[in-house]
């Protein structure tokens, strides 16, 4: 069992930047080979995939509404994720979920990943 805790959400206007972490503990990313995926869910909405990392790192995947504008890394040493937003819209304003997946291959669909953070709020500004 993994924990997850992310931090860096905050209020910030349109064209801005913002970046996420997800801080792992218990089974950590250094330890256990596991993909990383950021979601978010905005008032009235379902949660919905934002950004995928395999455990190396080596692939990412984007929903096409974030594609150029948002990056997701990870630090395996340090047990942490990130995902540096930019060019933030207020149509980015959400719940933002790290989760870990049951697996080491980056992927999409929510079913996959078995370990959900708490969620941190992201506001956009007009």
């Known amino acids: 069992q993994v924990q997850l805790v992310e931090s860096g959400g905050g209020l910030v206007q349109a064209g801005g930047s913002l970046r996420l972490s997800c801080a792992a503990s218990g089974r950590t990313f250094s330890t256990y080979a596991v993909a990383v995926g950021w979601f978010r869910q905005a008032p009235g909405k379902e949660r919905e995939f934002v950004a995928a990392?395999?455990?190396?790192?080596?692939?990412?995947l984007y929903a096409d509404s974030v594609k150029g504008r948002f990056t997701i890394s990870r630090d395996n040493a340090k047990n942490t994720a990130y995902l540096q937003m930019n060019s933030l819209k207020p149509e980015d304003t959400a719940v933002y979920y790290c989760a870990a997946a049951s697996r080491a291959a980056a992927v999409r669909t929510q079913a996959q990943y078995t370990n959900w953070g708490q969620g941190t709020q992201v506001t956009v500004s007009s």
């Open positions: 990392s395999s455990w190396t790192g080596s692939t990412t």
